[in-house]
Protein backbone atom coordinates (compact mmCIF):
# COMPACT_ATOMS: atom_id res chain seq x y z
CA UNK A 1 0.00 0.00 0.00
CA UNK A 2 2.85 2.58 0.96
CA UNK A 3 4.64 1.56 -2.16
CA UNK A 4 1.49 2.56 -4.65
CA UNK A 5 1.07 5.57 -2.74
CA UNK A 6 4.83 6.59 -2.92
CA UNK A 7 4.23 5.41 -6.90
CA UNK A 8 1.30 7.80 -7.28
CA UNK A 9 2.87 10.78 -5.80
CA UNK A 10 5.87 10.12 -8.05
CA UNK A 11 3.56 10.19 -10.84
CA UNK A 12 1.48 13.54 -9.37
CA UNK A 13 4.66 15.07 -9.02
CA UNK A 14 6.06 14.21 -12.72
CA UNK A 15 2.66 15.39 -14.29
CA UNK A 16 3.00 18.50 -12.17
CA UNK A 17 6.49 19.40 -13.32
CA UNK A 18 5.82 18.40 -16.83
CA UNK A 19 2.98 21.15 -16.77
CA UNK A 20 5.17 23.59 -14.85
CA UNK A 21 7.52 23.32 -17.86
CA UNK A 22 5.06 24.17 -20.56
CA UNK A 23 3.69 27.04 -18.77
CA UNK A 24 7.39 28.56 -18.45
CA UNK A 25 8.10 27.52 -21.77
CA UNK A 26 4.91 29.60 -22.83
CA UNK A 27 5.61 32.67 -20.70
CA UNK A 28 9.09 32.99 -22.68
CA UNK A 29 7.92 32.71 -25.52
CA UNK A 30 5.76 35.09 -25.13
CA UNK A 31 8.87 36.90 -23.94
CA UNK A 32 10.70 36.91 -26.92
CA UNK A 33 7.99 37.85 -29.05
CA UNK A 34 6.97 40.96 -27.21
CA UNK A 35 10.92 42.01 -27.79
CA UNK A 36 11.61 40.39 -31.33
CA UNK A 37 12.50 42.92 -33.87
CA UNK A 38 9.91 43.07 -36.78
CA UNK A 39 10.76 41.92 -39.80
CA UNK A 40 10.07 42.48 -43.53
CA UNK A 41 9.64 40.68 -46.87
CA UNK A 42 12.50 41.47 -49.38
CA UNK A 43 13.70 40.01 -52.96
CA UNK A 44 16.72 38.05 -52.87
CA UNK A 45 18.27 36.00 -55.57
CA UNK A 46 18.60 32.18 -56.21
CA UNK A 47 20.46 31.87 -59.58
CA UNK A 48 23.66 33.59 -60.43
CA UNK A 49 22.39 35.90 -63.59
CA UNK A 50 24.74 38.12 -65.89
CA UNK A 51 24.06 41.90 -66.77
CA UNK A 52 21.44 42.23 -69.21
CA UNK A 53 19.35 39.30 -68.44
CA UNK A 54 15.54 38.81 -68.01
CA UNK A 55 14.79 38.02 -64.35
CA UNK A 56 12.08 34.91 -64.33
CA UNK A 57 9.93 33.94 -61.01
CA UNK A 58 12.85 31.00 -60.54
CA UNK A 59 15.89 33.67 -59.86
CA UNK A 60 14.43 35.44 -57.05
CA UNK A 61 12.39 34.42 -53.83
CA UNK A 62 10.93 36.32 -50.70
CA UNK A 63 13.34 36.66 -47.75
CA UNK A 64 12.32 37.87 -43.96
CA UNK A 65 14.86 39.62 -42.50
CA UNK A 66 15.15 42.39 -39.63
CA UNK A 67 13.28 45.41 -40.43
CA UNK A 68 16.30 47.67 -38.77
CA UNK A 69 18.57 45.54 -41.80
CA UNK A 70 16.88 46.22 -44.76
CA UNK A 71 19.04 47.99 -47.08
CA UNK A 72 18.07 51.46 -48.95
CA UNK A 73 16.08 50.83 -52.53
CA UNK A 74 15.83 47.09 -51.59
CA UNK A 75 12.95 45.67 -53.56
CA UNK A 76 10.09 44.07 -51.43
CA UNK A 77 7.64 42.78 -54.27
CA UNK A 78 9.28 39.82 -56.90
CA UNK A 79 6.53 41.32 -59.42
CA UNK A 80 9.05 44.65 -59.58
CA UNK A 81 11.61 42.14 -60.52
CA UNK A 82 10.28 39.22 -62.49
CA UNK A 83 10.23 39.99 -66.33
CA UNK A 84 12.67 42.82 -66.04
CA UNK A 85 16.49 43.04 -67.10
CA UNK A 86 19.37 42.64 -64.89
CA UNK A 87 21.30 46.04 -64.73
CA UNK A 88 24.56 43.85 -63.65
CA UNK A 89 26.10 41.08 -62.32
CA UNK A 90 23.59 39.26 -59.52
CA UNK A 91 24.86 37.05 -57.07
CA UNK A 92 23.16 34.19 -55.41
CA UNK A 93 21.63 35.60 -51.69
CA UNK A 94 22.45 39.37 -52.96
CA UNK A 95 19.45 41.29 -51.74
CA UNK A 96 17.95 42.80 -54.86
CA UNK A 97 17.50 46.69 -55.04
CA UNK A 98 15.91 48.90 -57.41
CA UNK A 99 19.46 49.96 -59.63
CA UNK A 100 20.34 46.07 -60.02
CA UNK A 101 17.01 46.01 -62.25
CA UNK A 102 16.05 47.68 -65.03
CA UNK A 103 13.04 47.59 -67.87
CA UNK A 104 13.49 45.84 -71.21
CA UNK A 105 13.21 49.84 -72.66
CA UNK A 106 16.10 51.08 -71.12
CA UNK A 107 19.23 51.80 -72.17
CA UNK A 108 20.79 49.12 -70.21
CA UNK A 109 18.75 46.41 -71.90
CA UNK A 110 19.44 47.28 -75.43
CA UNK A 111 21.88 44.64 -75.95
CA UNK A 112 19.32 42.27 -75.99
CA UNK A 113 17.75 44.44 -78.92
CA UNK A 114 20.40 43.45 -81.20
CA UNK A 115 20.05 40.37 -83.38
CA UNK A 116 22.51 37.55 -82.30
CA UNK A 117 25.16 38.17 -84.83
CA UNK A 118 24.97 41.53 -85.79
CA UNK A 119 26.35 44.94 -84.42
CA UNK A 120 25.26 47.92 -83.62
CA UNK A 121 26.70 50.70 -86.11
CA UNK A 122 25.16 53.90 -85.11
CA UNK A 123 25.37 56.90 -87.88
CA UNK A 124 25.64 60.60 -86.86
CA UNK A 125 23.53 62.89 -88.38
CA UNK A 126 25.94 64.73 -91.76
CA UNK A 127 25.91 61.18 -93.28
CA UNK A 128 22.34 60.89 -93.13
CA UNK A 129 20.66 62.04 -96.09
CA UNK A 130 16.91 61.24 -97.45
CA UNK A 131 13.88 60.27 -95.40
CA UNK A 132 15.15 61.95 -92.21
CA UNK A 133 12.70 61.56 -89.44
CA UNK A 134 10.78 59.83 -90.63
CA UNK A 135 12.51 56.65 -89.91
CA UNK A 136 11.57 54.98 -86.75
CA UNK A 137 13.40 52.31 -84.47
CA UNK A 138 11.90 48.98 -86.12
CA UNK A 139 12.12 49.80 -89.62
CA UNK A 140 13.95 48.25 -92.40
CA UNK A 141 16.16 50.70 -94.75
CA UNK A 142 18.65 50.07 -97.65
CA UNK A 143 21.72 52.24 -98.05
CA UNK A 144 22.68 54.22 -100.79
CA UNK A 145 26.21 55.23 -101.39
CA UNK A 146 27.33 58.05 -103.78
CA UNK A 147 30.96 57.98 -104.67
CA UNK A 148 32.77 60.84 -106.51
CA UNK A 149 34.83 61.03 -109.27
CA UNK A 150 38.25 60.14 -107.37
CA UNK A 151 36.47 57.53 -105.41
CA UNK A 152 34.34 56.06 -107.92
CA UNK A 153 36.72 53.94 -109.09
CA UNK A 154 34.86 53.66 -112.13
CA UNK A 155 37.28 55.76 -114.93
CA UNK A 156 36.89 59.17 -113.08
CA UNK A 157 32.84 59.52 -113.27
CA UNK A 158 30.87 59.55 -109.98
CA UNK A 159 28.61 56.39 -109.42
CA UNK A 160 25.52 55.50 -106.83
CA UNK A 161 25.32 52.15 -105.62
CA UNK A 162 23.05 50.15 -103.19
CA UNK A 163 25.43 48.94 -100.57
CA UNK A 164 22.92 47.03 -97.75
CA UNK A 165 19.82 46.14 -98.33
CA UNK A 166 16.84 45.46 -95.65
CA UNK A 167 18.53 46.71 -92.94
CA UNK A 168 16.76 46.59 -89.58
CA UNK A 169 16.69 49.77 -87.93
CA UNK A 170 17.19 49.44 -83.73
CA UNK A 171 17.35 53.01 -82.94
CA UNK A 172 16.75 56.51 -83.54
CA UNK A 173 17.45 59.53 -81.56
CA UNK A 174 15.34 63.00 -82.83
CA UNK A 175 15.60 65.78 -80.35
CA UNK A 176 13.27 68.58 -80.95
CA UNK A 177 14.41 71.23 -83.01
CA UNK A 178 15.56 74.51 -81.13
CA UNK A 179 13.87 77.76 -82.80
CA UNK A 180 14.76 81.19 -82.46
CA UNK A 181 11.67 84.05 -82.37
CA UNK A 182 12.01 87.26 -83.50
CA UNK A 183 12.01 90.24 -80.87
CA UNK A 184 11.90 94.11 -81.51
CA UNK A 185 13.42 96.17 -79.12
CA UNK A 186 12.35 99.36 -77.82
CA UNK A 187 14.43 101.23 -79.83
CA UNK A 188 12.44 99.70 -83.18
CA UNK A 189 15.31 97.37 -84.40
CA UNK A 190 14.52 93.51 -85.01
CA UNK A 191 17.12 91.31 -82.52
CA UNK A 192 16.91 87.72 -82.00
CA UNK A 193 14.88 85.95 -78.66
CA UNK A 194 16.55 83.13 -76.93
CA UNK A 195 15.69 79.55 -78.17
CA UNK A 196 12.67 77.44 -77.11
CA UNK A 197 12.53 73.95 -77.71
CA UNK A 198 9.71 72.62 -80.26
CA UNK A 199 7.87 69.69 -80.34
CA UNK A 200 7.93 69.27 -84.01
CA UNK A 201 10.52 66.45 -85.59
CA UNK A 202 13.50 68.28 -86.26
CA UNK A 203 16.74 66.09 -88.06
CA UNK A 204 17.63 63.34 -86.93
CA UNK A 205 20.68 63.28 -84.60
CA UNK A 206 21.89 59.53 -85.17
CA UNK A 207 19.96 56.13 -86.43
CA UNK A 208 21.51 52.96 -85.39
CA UNK A 209 21.63 50.31 -87.55
CA UNK A 210 21.98 46.18 -87.30
CA UNK A 211 24.44 45.24 -89.04
CA UNK A 212 26.67 41.86 -89.63
CA UNK A 213 30.77 42.77 -88.70
CA UNK A 214 30.73 42.21 -92.86
CA UNK A 215 28.30 44.94 -93.44
CA UNK A 216 29.56 47.00 -90.75
CA UNK A 217 33.11 47.10 -92.87
CA UNK A 218 31.05 47.74 -96.23
CA UNK A 219 28.68 51.34 -94.41
CA UNK A 220 32.14 52.10 -92.63
CA UNK A 221 33.77 53.03 -96.23
CA UNK A 222 30.47 53.87 -97.83
CA UNK A 223 30.89 57.12 -95.26
CA UNK A 224 34.85 58.09 -95.27
CA UNK A 225 34.11 57.66 -99.35
CA UNK A 226 31.31 58.34 -99.91
CA UNK A 227 28.13 60.01 -99.54
CA UNK A 228 25.25 57.87 -97.60
CA UNK A 229 21.48 58.09 -98.15
CA UNK A 230 19.27 55.66 -96.56
CA UNK A 231 16.13 54.05 -98.42
CA UNK A 232 13.32 53.90 -96.07
CA UNK A 233 10.87 50.30 -97.25
CA UNK A 234 7.42 49.16 -96.68
CA UNK A 235 7.69 46.86 -94.06
CA UNK A 236 6.22 43.98 -96.43
CA UNK A 237 8.62 44.27 -98.35
CA UNK A 238 11.35 42.28 -97.30
CA UNK A 239 13.18 41.46 -100.65
CA UNK A 240 16.75 41.70 -101.77
CA UNK A 241 16.80 43.26 -105.61
CA UNK A 242 19.90 43.12 -107.68
CA UNK A 243 20.47 46.81 -108.39
CA UNK A 244 23.09 47.66 -111.25
CA UNK A 245 25.24 50.32 -110.13
CA UNK A 246 24.03 54.06 -111.90
CA UNK A 247 26.83 56.19 -113.85
CA UNK A 248 27.02 58.87 -116.24
CA UNK A 249 26.19 57.70 -119.84
CA UNK A 250 28.23 59.51 -122.01
Given at each position: ???????????????????????????????????????????????????????????????????????????????????????????????????????????????????????????????????????????????????????????????????????????????????????????????????????????????????????????????TFGQVQLILRNPKDTG????APTTHQP
Amino acid sequence: MAKRTQLLLLMVAILLGLVAAWLVSGMLNKVKQAHAEPTVSVVTVTHQLGGHQVVLAQDVKVTQIPAPALPAGAVTNPNKVIGHYTAGDWFVGQTVLADMVTSSASNAAFPLTIPVGDRAYTLADDPIIGVDHLISAGDHVDVLVTYGKADSGNKGQPVAKTVLQNVLVLYVDNPPVVQTTASVSSSGKSGTGSGSASSSPGGVDSITLALSPVDAQKLDYARTFGQVQLILRNPKDTGINTVAPTTHQP
